[in-house]
Structure formats: C-alpha cells, structure tokens
C-alpha cells in the first residue's frame, strides 16, 4: 500500500505536479512517526504508513501554520479516513480550496490511542477509541486511492464516543464539574490542544487577544475553564474527531471528550457530520425556521 | 402595590444580556407601567440575541454570577431578520456544554421576550430569580472566583499607617 | 520589602498632548523619600503599569539634569497604552526602574553628536539631547535629524520649535512624502535619504545616536556607512518586547545579549556580533 | 557526610516522619484516569498525606517539580483603583518549609539553573518568589535505575546517579534497599527526622554500581562538546538545520511548560471591577506573540525561528548568560512533543556539523 503511494508521490513530485508531499517518517524512537515535508522525489523512500501515524497531518494546512508563506501551489498530503475528513471540513469552511491539495488515501487499520501505548502491533488494548466504529477506514475523497476503492455504507451514528464520556455524562453535575476542576489542574496552557487542530484556524487566538481579554491567560483553575470552554464552543459542528486534543496533551486531559459530546448533540439536534460535504453548511452558520426549542421559554 | 418584602438566607447574582429591541423595550415597558419584579438581574443591553456570544455567559459565570438569562426577539421577530435563529442553535449547543462541564442548566435561561410582553417579562425574571435561588449559590464556579486570595498580606495603605 | 515586580506609585503630574495618539506624562513619585532620592542616567527605561490594564516599557524621555519630575512618551497601541492614555492629571500609574544601560555621553565630550530619530522614537533621544544641552559647552556641534510619517505625527513639536530657535543646535526635519502640510517648513522624504543626501554630516569627530524601527536603524546605518561613518561612531537603542524589565522573563534577548539588562543602548559594532533576530 | 540504608518500604513511614515534623510532602503520585484506551498513566508532584500511594522510584513523573519552586501562575500584587488613588497590597513570602521526595537526578539538577536566572545572581535582581520558596525547600533525590528511551542526562554532563542540587540523595540497590547519602545541612535535619528507620553506613560499592548499570541503559547518547562552539558562530545562526528539523514544529508550549529550565514568564493585570491581581504565569518562546512588538516587528517571525531560539537558550544562552546548564537530559520536551520534534536530533545534527568543517552550504532546494 505505502509502495504505491511512494511510487505516486515521487512521479508527481519529479513531473513537478505537487510542490511537495506531507506525510508520515519514522520517528526518533520506535514508537513514534513524525510528520514529514518530501520536497524532492528520494525524500518518499521515507514515507511509512501503518497504526503509529497518530498526527493529523492538515494541521498543516492551516492557514495560521504559515502555509501560505510557503509559497507551495499544489500540496499532497497522505491521509487516514479521518485527516481526509478534516481537509473536508477546511474546504466547506473555505480555508482550502480542493484544487490546492492532492490527496494520498489508503486504507487505514485503526492508529494507537496514544504512541506510548505501542508495543510493536495494533489491537484492542491500545487502538484508540475514535477507530472502533469508524466508517472511513475505507477514505471518503481521495485523489489516490492504491488499489480498487470498495463501496462503502456511511450512514450510520457518525463515530462512535469514547467509553469515558458515557462514564462522564452519567455523573451528577456537581461530580462532572468536580472533575474537570480536578484535571484542569494540571493543564499549564501549552496549547497543543489548539495547535494540532486542523480546524482551529484563528489568525490570532481569542485568548491571545488583550483587548478585551475575554479568557484569562494565567493557568488558575478559572482560566483553564474559560480556555477549554471557549475551544470547546468553537469547534462545536465543525471538530472532525481526530482526537489529537488529547492525544497531543501532554498532562493527559481528554479535553476531547468536550467536542465528542458536542458532536452527539449537534448530530442528534441538526442531523449533520462534519468533514463528509464539502458544500453543506456547518451547523452554527446556518439556520432552519423551525429549529428545535424546547429549552426556550 | 408592592409585594411584601420576604427576606432570603441567598440572594442570587443574575445577568441578563438581551436584545435592545424587544425584550430590553419590554423591561422599559414593564418599568414604565410600574409593574413589580425581582431586582437581581443586572442586565446587559446588545442589539440582537445573534450578538451574544457564548463568551459573555462564560465570562458571567466566572465573575461569581448564579444564574445567566439571555432573551431576544420571537422567531421570525429578528430586528436583523435572523439573528434570533442562529442564537437559537447556537445556545442549544452551549448549553449542553456547559452541561457537561458540570454547571446545573436550570442556572441559564433563555427565553423570547417581545416588546410588548411586559408580563411574561416580569414572569419569567421572577420565576427564573427562584428557581436560581432554590439552587443556591453556584459553588463551583465562586470557589475559584478569587484564587489568591490566601496569598495577601497587607496594604501599602496599612503599612503606611 | 514587596517583590521586584512590585512598582512604586507615581502621580501624574501633567498630561500634554503630542498628536492624536501620542501623549507625554510628567510623573513625581508618591513616596515623598524616594521622590528625593531617585535617580538615573540617560538612555534607561521603566516599566509603566496602569493597574487594570498591565504594565508596558518606555523610555525615561526627560533629562537626568532636570529634577522633580521624569516624563514619559507613548503612544497608544495595545491594551496598556490605551489604559494609559485615557488617565488625567492627578491619576495613579505605577512605575519600575531605571533599568538597562546608559548612553555613554561621557565619550563623546569634544565631539559632534548627531541624533536621528523617527516617529516615535525621539522621546528616547529627547532625554539624552537635554542632557547635553544642559552640559552645551563640553560639546561640539549638536544636530538633530528627525523624520515622521506626518506633520501631526511629529512629537514634541513645541520643543522641536524651541530647538529650531537655538542656535548652537542644527534641527532638521522631515516627513514622508505626503505626510506634509501646505505650510511645512522642513524636508519632505525618508529619514536615510534626506541625511545621505540633504544633510551629509561630516564623519570626522562625530558620533551618530539613531533610534527608531527596526528597519529604519538598518538603512540610517548603511547610509551613514556610505558617508564614512565607522561602526564605533553610530549608537542605537534597541526596544525588544519585555515584561519584567530584570533578565528574567526571557524575551527580549537577542542571542545571549539581553536588552534589558546589557541594551537598550548598543554601537553599531555590538549589534553586528548579534544573530541577526532584533 | 553520613551514608546510610534505607528499606523501600518505609518511604510511607518517612512520609509519616516528615510531616510529623511539619514539612510540607512532596512526592510524585498516580493521577487518577478515566476509562478507555486514550487516556495514559499521569504522574506529577503534589502534596502528599499520610496514608496516600506515591509512586516514588517509578520512572519519571510526567512533570516536574518547577512548579513548586516558580507556580504557573502566581500573584505578584494586589491593586486596587479608589478614585485617583491606586492601593497595594503585597504577596506574602512567607512559604511552608517542604521537602520534596523522590526528586530524579535530572530534575533537582535543575534548581541551579533556574536559581541562575531568579536570584540575584542575574544582573542583582532577587526574585524572592523564587528564593524564598527555594531557602525553605529540601530536595531528597532517587537515583534512575531504569531510564527510558527518551532519557539523555549522560549528553549533557549528568547521569541517572547524579546527585548535584540534592540535599539527601537515595539510590535504589539490587537489593530493594536504599543507599542514603547526606548532602547538604537540609538533608541532615531530614536524615535526623527519618533516623530511626537508618541503619548501618550503606552499600557504597553497591550504589556506584546501580549508577553505572543504569548510565549503560541509556540509548540516546549524543556528543554535545562541539555544540557550543558551533552555536557561539555566528555563521551558523543562518543554517539551513534550523528550517529543515523545525519546520515541523506546530507551535505549542508542550515541551517548554515540562522544561524543568525554562523559565519564560509573562506578567498581566487579571481586573475584576476596580480591582485585581497583578499575575505572573508560564509563557513559552514557541508562541507566535511572544516576542512581538506594539509595532507589529516579531523578531521571531517564523516558527523554526522560535525553535532554534529555544535550543539556543537550552546550550548556548544559559550558558552565556547565567553561567549554568540549560539542559538536564530529562526528555520530557521528546515525550510531550505532538510532533515528535526531537531536540537530541538537533544535537545530533549540530555534531555532524562541527565535524565537518565548511560543512553547512545551504541546500539550494529547499525553500
């Protein structure tokens, strides 16, 4: 599978057709894969692809990870199911145009919830969660497919939730409140939550912002709040659940866990998947006269 | 006229944030025509329901408000013909996040108050003031109101003294 | 004794307007004691709080030689300048300081000094042109270059006037094209050119002191390079990003030179050992 | 100074001792965590009671104990705005004498350089919310047996024996005994606390052992002698290297907040009507704000820019400036990287360079 999008990627890189290809390397322990720029046509020979390509590479699609700046006209990206899904969703919220990427998929076994958990294979025990029910294994749009792409079913529930949400949504209020407090604690605001979302694509933060501060910036337990509050707000309809929020957390806080319980409402509330049209709307920007309302008086 | 004063062990902190043109028209009105109800609302006057972000209730409850009521113009009512609409689903997803980071929903409230419904206006600050009260204070969010404030020690203003 | 990030609290004194968004503060300390006592030399800067809003650094634009008051010039930008410029007379700020080096003045005594400024940047030349002034006689001749995007962009235009009436000072002036006004007097043009080729200072015993953005520095150096200078006759002061004033914050190093502690006062030949990051 | 042996387990019953005699606990401990794959084992410094599970001596905590000595957020001041008037009210410098326990070699070698930068040592400003906490805290290091695949202290002049910064420095023996060895007068009155559980002098052949059997399981070895020097031309500040390996980086604060060294902060107003707190709070040189400028110049505008300023600061800058290592070789900016942005690859890179001479033509495809 990975010879065939190496031998794709190096032809196009040497016709000159993509400027560059993003994808997977081996990292600097065992473990790990690292993302990867290939330039010129040997740099593919480095490409790997299997359960440890954990990055959610259009990351770096994002306008606030200065790709413009790079000056790159036609970019080919290698992607999971779920990466696809995000360049899906940079698209239908114009930050990407379909034209400028080229897009590697293949056929994706599951990633490792987290790559200390690897230990050389990929099963139940370690396979993160957002793959046990996932319907784009087989990748939705792709301009490289290895191979003959299978018909896939994709109407069913749109991913299935982590088993800590249920735990969490069954708790008392005062309980779910008790222990985000408990976690936040830890959080320092690195933000790497933010920095490896494909999709969070303000110029500048709003928590970065001064004037006026909307979120305080020192990391008390308030401002860790307001902060995973406010980032969970903002990708409400248009998080595609790569869950690399909590995987890149380095204190491990499944602050995902906020945007898969926002995906469950929005699913149940509007009917709508992001990531799978490039032309439906996002939830929040569109209305429907006749909207649910039953918390309104 | 007035309501016997009943005094209560809690009195709750609520802010408003409403639409200028009609439910803050039907807080004027509710005012003007002397009608009674309860003084714990501190409200916040925006130009539509659509212009009020999520941020402000977040920004509420972290300055030690109990309880938060956001009301605009009835569907199909919008000053700006849809702004009303997309508060609407906005505020359903954010209450159901706010939910599920632990505050009790029945603190937020939303509600359609038109120009003219001074009445239901009065209702829903009075039922809502009870309700908040009944709930008490909002524990989780006042524990971290002011995180340093075992770290002081004394004034310039004392030790100038 | 309070923490080193703990400022001491100032009055304002007197508030004048220098353009639309730029204003100038006379500050005398609270603290009838350190009002007394306080000193500094010319060249340092301190950190300006207006509580609420933050703290920000400027440069102490007035003299050593003129006590009872230290002034500050600012313009409003980000979410501190803005707090500040809405303060009045009478209002408390909160000030750190004096930090960083000094302009060597010393070294120059015998010598012309040049100074060239853009927008903004002369309240930090302000400080040190008083001060020679007020010390006139150990100096040769004293020349001051200064070039703004506008005529209301001009700063300290009373003193401007002032200078341009002494004669043992030569003023020149300038703004950018389309900047001016029907009843400009000075130059119109870019601060490099118009010293290149209007003003052509004489490299023999003079010393040059620039200050301004980052790129305006770099061509009033190759300009000046052009006319003879050598790196040791030109001076800048640099103004990084900076938060505590005191080495510590970590941001406004330039490699391993920190411009809060060894700056902001640097000769062309130190700033051409830095990486190039400033 | 006096050496000793200690049973592992009576770390609960030095615990007990110590807080009897009013220290404050430290030690690393579990994190509680959800269910499910995603989630990994979290363990950090914190208070402990009598009674709670710690897990002294195994493996290294996921954080450090830079918080303890210089908190993610602190105050520095109180404010508040009557009128013209502005009130101030101070800090207390007051904090709880503390000991912090099972310390690995890495992190406690840290504390000299983080007191470089804080005390007066830097250019005579005393940051006494630093050196207040850092005259009342004891340090009680525990050798690394068992360093991981990311550990690389033996590069930058440690080893998972070391003991520089310790007060009392414990090492774990084949055994399961603990080799306890006195330092400093703070580990005295420690070893006087916890006297009736010391016996005999120790196993000192023994503890040099240990030390040497787990330096040998260190895989990262890197050679960072010539990196100084290549750092300090000025030549190579414009390297093609600094692009090429940091490209990658997306711009998050993950491996400066676990830093045990970095020591970067902000400073703003938190205002809640006319009044507030001046705060002062972690911030990292890999932010696109850090170092801009009112004007809109950044002087770092790209991120490998950022990046090649963080490794600068780590084994050029510290040095330069506060005379003390930047780096301990603890590896958590590897493990916490989203990106697996490698600073030993730097290392690595930097030494390949310096062994080449007129080796850093920059590679003219790349952009």
């Known amino acids: ?297 | 006229m007035s309501k016997g004063i009943v005094r209560h062990d809690f009195e709750p902190k609520i802010m408003g944030f409403v639409c200028k043109w009609c439910t803050y028209s039907g807080a004027d009105l509710a005012g003007t025509s002397r009608m009674d109800y309860s003084p714990h609302v501190r409200m916040v006057r925006l130009p539509c329901s659509g212009r009020i972000d999520p941020q402000f209730v977040i920004k509420a409850f972290e300055q030690g408000a109990d309880g938060v009521i956001i009301s605009g113009c009835h569907p199909g009512d919008c000053h700006y013909n849809e702004g009303n609409y997309y508060a609407r689903r906005r505020n359903l997803a954010f209450r159901n996040l706010m939910e599920f980071n632990g505050i009790d929903i029945k603190r937020l409230e939303f509600s359609w108050i038109s120009a003219a419904e001074a009445i239901k206006f009065t209702q829903i600050i009075d039922k809502f003031t009870n309700q908040v009260r009944d709930l008490g204070p909002n524990e989780g969010y006042r524990a971290l109101l002011d995180p340093y404030a075992s770290r002081l020690v004394k004034s310039s203003e004392e030790s100038a003294a | 004794m309070p923490n080193i990030y703990q400022p001491n609290l100032m009055t304002i004194k007197k508030v004048i307007n220098e353009t639309p968004d730029t204003k100038t503060f006379h500050l005398v300390f609270q603290d009838e004691e350190l009002q007394e006592n306080f000193e500094f030399e010319t060249g340092q800067f301190g950190e300006y709080s207006c509580f609420g809003a933050g703290e920000s650094t400027f440069c102490i634009a007035s003299s050593p030689t003129r006590k009872g008051h230290i002034e500050c010039c600012f313009r409003k930008t980000g979410k501190v300048t803005n707090a500040l410029f809405e303060l009045s007379e009478g209002d408390t700020i909160g000030f750190r300081g004096p930090f960083g080096n000094t302009f060597p003045i010393e070294e120059w005594e015998g010598k012309n000094v040049i100074f060239v400024g853009g927008g903004i940047a002369l309240p930090p030349l302000r400080s040190v042109i008083w001060n020679l002034l007020d010390l006139r006689d150990k100096y040769k001749d004293i020349s001051i270059v200064y070039g703004a995007r506008s005529v209301a962009d001009l700063v300290y235009k009373q003193e401007i006037a002032e200078w341009e009436a002494r004669d043992d000072v030569n003023m020149v002036k300038t703004v950018d094209p389309g900047g001016e006004t029907d009843d400009w007097d000075g130059y119109v043009g870019f601060v490099p050119h118009i010293l290149e080729n209007d003003f052509k200072p004489d490299p023999e015993n003079t010393v040059v002191v620039v200050c301004g953005p980052p790129i305006m520095i770099k061509f009033t150096f190759e300009a000046l390079e052009r006319l003879g200078f050598k790196q040791d006759q030109l001076i800048t002061t640099l103004e990084n990003r900076m938060k505590c004033g005191l080495g510590k914050c970590g941001r406004c190093n330039i490699g391993s030179t920190y411009v809060c502690i060894d700056g902001p006062v640097f000769k062309a030949a130190e700033i051409d050992l830095l990486p190039p990051e400033y | 100074m006096r050496t000793a042996t200690l049973q592992k387990n009576d770390l609960d019953r030095v615990i007990d001792l110590l807080s009897q005699a009013d220290y404050r606990v430290i030690a690393p401990q579990n994190q509680p965590r959800l269910d499910g794959p995603d989630s990994i084992d979290v363990a950090v410094f914190k208070e402990i009671q009598s009674g709670d599970s710690h897990n002294i001596g195994e493996g290294l905590s996921t954080t450090g104990i830079k918080p303890f000595l210089f908190p993610k957020d602190e105050p520095l001041f109180a404010y508040e705005n009557r009128g013209k008037k502005v009130v101030l009210t101070e800090v207390s410098l007051d904090f709880p004498k503390t000991v912090i326990l099972g310390v690995r070699p890495c992190d406690v070698a840290s504390v000299s350089s983080l007191d470089a930068v804080f005390s007066d040592k830097n250019a005579g400003f005393n940051d006494e919310l630093f050196t207040k906490r850092l005259e009342k805290t004891t340090f009680v290091s525990y050798s690394c047996t068992e360093p991981d695949v990311s550990c690389f202290c033996t590069s930058v002049g440690l080893a998972p024996d070391s003991d520089k910064g310790s007060d009392l420095h414990m090492t774990e023996l084949p055994d399961g005994t603990l080799h306890v060895e006195v330092k400093t007068k703070a580990g005295e009155k420690i070893a006087a606390v916890i006297d009736a559980l010391l016996s005999g002098d120790g196993d000192a052949v023994a503890r040099q052992q240990a030390g040497v059997a787990a330096a040998e399981k260190i895989t990262r070895l890197r050679d960072s002698a010539p990196i100084l020097p290549w750092l300090q031309d000025l030549g190579n500040f414009g390297d093609e290297m600094w692009q090429r390996l940091g490209e990658k980086c997306l711009g998050c604060g993950a491996c400066t907040f676990e830093c045990p060294t970095c020591h970067c902060f902000d400073i703003v107003d938190e205002n809640s009507g006319n009044k507030g707190y001046r705060v002062k709070f972690w911030d990292s040189c890999q932010f696109d704000h850090f170092t801009l400028h009112a004007s809109g110049h950044n002087t770092r505008n790209s991120q490998f820019e950022r990046y090649r300023n963080r490794f600068n600061c780590k084994f050029k800058i510290y040095e330069d400036v506060f005379g003390e290592k930047g780096c301990v070789g603890c590896g958590r900016c590897i493990r916490g990287c989203p990106v697996n942005l490698d600073i030993t690859e730097y290392m690595a890179e930097v030494a390949h360079k310096a062994a080449i001479p007129n080796a850093m033509s920059a590679d003219p495809d790349f952009e």
């Open chain 1, 1 to 297: 599978m990975i010879e065939q999008i190496r031998e794709k990627a190096r032809e196009l890189l040497e016709s000159g057709e993509l400027d560059v290809v993003i994808g997977y390397a081996e990292g600097s322990d065992p473990t790990r894969t690292t993302p990867i720029f290939c330039r010129k046509p040997e740099d593919t020979d480095k490409l790997v692809l299997d359960g440890r390509c954990v990055n959610t590479l259009p990351a770096y699609l994002n306008k606030r990870h200065e790709y413009p700046k790079k000056g790159w006209k036609k970019t080919g990206i290698i992607g999971k199911g779920c990466d696809i899904r995000a360049i899906t969703q940079l698209i239908a919220e114009n930050q990407l145009k379909r034209d400028e990427v080229y897009i590697f998929g293949a056929e994706c076994e599951g990633v490792v919830a987290h790559p200390e958990k690897w230990d050389g294979s990929l099963h139940e025990g370690n396979c993160a969660s957002k793959c046990s029910a996932c319907d784009v294994k087989i990748p939705l749009d792709t301009d490289f497919y290895p191979g003959e792409k299978p018909e896939v079913d994709r109407s069913g529930p749109y991913m299935v939730s982590a088993p800590a949400l249920a735990t969490l949504v069954k708790m008392d209020d005062e309980d779910r409140f008790a222990f985000w407090r408990d976690d936040f604690d830890r959080c320092f605001k690195c933000y790497a939550c933010r920095e490896v979302c494909p999709h969070c694509s303000c110029n500048i933060c709003i928590t970065d912002r001064t004037m006026p501060s909307w979120v305080d910036q020192a990391a008390h337990t308030k401002g860790v709040f307001g902060w995973h509050l406010t980032r969970a707000m903002h990708l409400v309809g248009r998080c595609t659940g790569c869950g690399e929020c909590t995987r890149a957390c380095p204190v491990n806080i499944q602050v995902d866990l906020f945007n898969q319980k926002m995906k469950e409402v929005i699913q149940e509330s509007f009917d709508y998947k992001s990531g799978y049209s490039m032309e439906v709307k996002p939830p929040l920007i569109t209305y429907n006269t006749d909207d649910q309302e039953t918390y309104i008086r």
